[in-house]
């Protein structure tokens, strides 16, 4: 299998997965995966379920330009944000966007997720902002993303959703799955009381040994 056959089938295991993992329902969301060296990037079709999805029906587009290399079928209408973020935030191959419950509450109120747990410190390093809203418009979010982003691989976008990205379609998965998971177990806590911010030095230790030691390496 080559290397775009294997960067099509990632992209349509992401974003089987979203409504898998509860971070969508019926087909808002999308996923998509980035090969620099082929300056491609493949993306769901826009309004397209779940169930449908294919390696062989996700929508190639020209990164540099833009251009949509299909004719026929509409990318997701987020193309332009996953375009910015791949154009932009150096290292990114995979990016994922969802509503899901939990994390898009905090967005609804324009609130980061913060730094309360040692979950939240390995996996972001850091709270999980939030950028205030911006329409949808040209290249306004992802001018927000860049702005208000921090090294947490996900941000909230304020009254709309949640981005993740990483290295990877898989690992910007794992990013999405991970914010719903902490906002959720955030939410839970702020019903019992007020959650205490893990000390930037401390929060750290846990990256550092999340990132650098954990694992098969």
């Not at 974003?15 to 969301?29: D, F, R």
């Amino acid at each position: 299998m080559d290397n775009l056959a294997k960067l099509r089938e990632a992209v349509s295991v992401a974003n089987k997965a979203l409504p898998e993992q509860g971070l969508v329902t019926m087909h808002s969301g999308n996923a998509s995966g980035y090969d620099p060296a082929e300056d491609l990037l493949y993306i769901k079709p826009s309004g397209m379920d779940y169930d449908q999805i294919t390696p062989d029906n996700l929508v190639p587009v020209r990164v540099s330009t833009g251009e949509v290399l299909v004719e026929g079928v509409r990318p997701s209408v987020d193309l332009p944000h996953h375009l910015f973020i791949y154009r932009n935030i150096e290292g990114v191959r995979g990016v994922i966007h969802t509503h899901s419950n939990y994390a898009t509450a905090f967005a609804a109120v324009g609130h980061a997720v913060p730094l309360v747990l040692t979950a939240i410190a390995d996996e972001f390093g850091a709270e999980i902002p939030c950028a205030p809203y911006v329409d949808n418009e040209d290249s306004h979010i992802g001018e927000a993303i860049l702005k208000y982003r921090n090294r947490a691989p996900s941000i909230l976008m304020g009254n709309h959703g949640v981005f993740a990205w990483g290295d990877s379609p898989r690992s910007a998965l794992k990013a999405a799955v991970m914010t719903e998971d902490v906002a959720k177990t955030v939410w839970l806590a702020m019903q019992i009381g007020t959650p205490k911010v893990i000390p930037a030095e401390e929060a750290e230790k846990w990256y550092d040994r999340y990132h650098n030691r954990y694992g098969q390496g």
